[in-house]
């Protein structure tokens, strides 16, 4: 019996065939798989990158407001120490006021007693009395002029440094001019009281 070669070839076709067809639907239903596989990593990818610059600038907010909050300290701090200094300055300069102000009623007392002693001591208006006597009250003037100088120096730099920073030259010319007002007073006291020995 002859073998059916046309048979056989047309089974094998037909196998192809069918293994071709299945093989096919696989392939075709792998692709979408894929694809899908590609569009997740894209996607996945683009989510990434959008919470990456969210926190950026998440971050970059917080270093801003933290900037400013420590700017804002270090105003406050400056504002403080300002403060603090001028107020130290102002109780030095009313201090200094107290004490020209009873530097000024001291020098006009003396004046004062000098000036009835006149009177009573007829000898104090004679000779070296006399020189004594008008050496003690030029001291006592230039101590008085010197404390009225040195009074409204002072009330113009706390007027000054109550509205803000000011030039502290003024204080401390106050304070060097103040240096001499015990001196000039002392003299024009002992001078005065000199001349009333001698004058007696």
């Known amino acids: 019996m002859p073998v059916p070669w046309f048979q056989i070839l047309n089974t094998v ?3 192809t065939e069918v293994a071709r067809r299945i093989r096919r639907p696989a392939s075709e239903a792998d692709e979408p798989d ?3 596989t590609a569009g997740g990593t894209t996607i996945e990818a683009r989510l990434a990158g959008v919470v990456v610059a969210a926190l950026k600038e998440a ?3 917080d270093r801003t407001r933290l900037d400013l909050e420590r700017e804002q300290i270090e105003t406050e701090r400056r504002r403080v120490e300002e403060a603090l200094r001028l107020e130290a300055l102002r109780q030095v300069g009313e201090r200094a006021l107290a ?5 000024a009623m001291v020098t006009i007392v003396v004046w004062l007693v000098s000036a009835v002693l006149i009177v009573l001591v ?3 208006r004679e000779g070296a009395a006399k020189i004594l006597l008008a050496s003690g009250w030029t001291a006592l003037v230039l101590a008085l002029v010197l404390t009225f100088v040195t009074y409204g120096r002072l009330t113009r730099f706390l007027a000054a440094a109550s509205g803000g920073p000011s030039d502290h030259s003024a204080l401390a010319g106050a304070v060097t001019s103040e240096r001499w007002l015990p001196w000039l007073l002392g003299a024009g006291f002992a001078l ?3 001349s009333v020995i001698v004058g007696m």
């Open 13 to 15: 076709a037909g196998l």
């Open 34 to 36: 894929s694809l899908a």
């Open 59 to 61: 971050f970059d907010r």
């Open 99 to 103: 004490e020209l102000r009873l530097s």
């Open 122 to 124: 007829p000898g104090m």
């Open 192 to 194: 005065s009281v000199l």
